[in-house]
């Protein structure tokens, strides 16, 4: 009994299965079990290798493949629209709208410059006096002064205030109208820092969750029992 | 004499009933298992085997899995959920039309 073909073997039915008109790899892998399995059982009983892939070289096995090469790709390009189109649908979620919208809102505002610097200023104006807010009551809960230096709270403030100076320099109010003040300089040095100070928000926020939570463990692993036990 | 002829129009009903009582199968375990469940009367040809596979798959009523047999990938077929009710819905149509085609020879010969 036969229970696998040659190198020789499988490299001469690949030939064939390409020869004779399938092109889609994964349909060349599949026929490629189908006719290995074929050959093997026309050995076993009694048909040589030779004479079994020539019986197989026929017109009707060239418009087989054929046919099937081709229904098989619409098959697969169905396949893979359908999929695409699930995940679009799956990512069109009121968040994702909603996050859309902003976005295209704020770009817009950008790209109408004057607008977007009166924007972005604002905007920043309005996050340095919540990082003024946020460090007074950080520093004054003894909880979280723990965790937070008066180091990292200042740093937090001062990017907060320089990006809200620059802001304020790049535009100027001119007879009731807003203008640009400032080079394009400013306006990347503007970005850049608003950036930075961004990144370094969510690196202390990151930080204050991750400590809490371990100061909650703490809690609940020591304190309590110790209560419990008085 | 093959009767392949007559069985046009059942394929994918075999091959949801085939895969319904075995659970995963193969392509060629699937056209040697039809051929011997018809005493041989059912012999499907790649050309006609794979393209209603492929159809069934597409339409969500089966899956494959891959596994690697020897030095070869093997695509293994197995119904899902929506397969399994498909498959029996159609084992009924056809069971309902055998009867009936049974019922007309069996007046057709009595009547000579």
């Known amino acids: 009994m036969v229970n696998e073909l040659t190198r020789e073997q499988q490299r001469e039915l690949v030939d064939f299965l390409k020869r004779w008109g399938i092109d889609h790899p994964l349909l060349i892998q599949e026929m490629f079990d189908h006719y290995s399995e074929k050959a093997l059982h026309a050995m076993d009983r009694g048909l040589s290798w030779e004479r079994t892939l020539q019986s197989w070289k026929t017109k009707s096995t060239f418009l087989a493949f054929r046919r099937m090469d081709k229904a098989f790709t619409e098959h697969q390009e169905k396949y893979w629209n359908r999929i695409q189109r699930k995940h679009l649908c799956k990512l069109i979620t009121l968040r994702n709208v909603f ?7 704020i770009s817009h505002a950008v790209v109408l410059f004057k607008v977007g610097l009166l924007f972005l200023a604002g905007l920043f104006a309005l996050k340095c006096i919540a990082a003024f807010a946020l460090m007074v009551v950080q520093v004054v809960r003894k909880r979280t002064r723990q965790i937070l230096s008066i180091r990292n709270m200042s740093f937090y403030y001062i990017f907060y205030v320089l990006m809200a100076q620059i802001a304020f320099k790049t535009i100027s109010l001119d007879e009731g109208i807003f203008t640009v003040a400032q080079s394009p300089q400013a306006l990347a040095t503007f970005f850049w820092i608003s950036i930075a100070a961004d990144f370094y928000s969510i690196t202390l926020w990151k930080r204050v969750k991750a400590e809490t939570n371990s100061l909650t463990l703490q809690m609940l692993e020591e304190h309590i029992p110790k209560l419990q036990t008085q | 004499m093959s009767k392949n002829h007559l069985y046009k129009g059942t394929l994918s009903a075999v091959l949801l009933t085939l895969l319904e009582e075995n659970g995963r199968m193969y392509g060629y375990e699937l056209s040697k298992r039809a051929l011997e469940a018809t005493n041989g009367d059912l012999n499907i040809t790649e050309g006609a085997l794979y393209p209603a596979l492929h159809k069934l798959e597409a339409e969500g009523l089966l899956e494959t899995e891959m596994e690697r047999v020897g030095n070869r990938m093997r695509k293994y077929y197995r119904l899902t959920e929506t ?30």
């Not at chain 1, 996050?99 to 809102?105: D, G, K, P, Q, S």
């Not at chain 2, 399994?84 to 010969?109: C, M, S, T, V």
């Open chain 1, 99 to 105: 996050f859309l919208a902003l976005i295209a809102v």
């Open chain 2, 83 to 112: 397969g399994g009710k498909e498959a029996r819905d159609r084992i009924a149509e056809l069971a309902d039309y055998a009867a009936n085609l049974q019922l007309f020879l069996k007046n057709r010969l009595a009547n000579g």
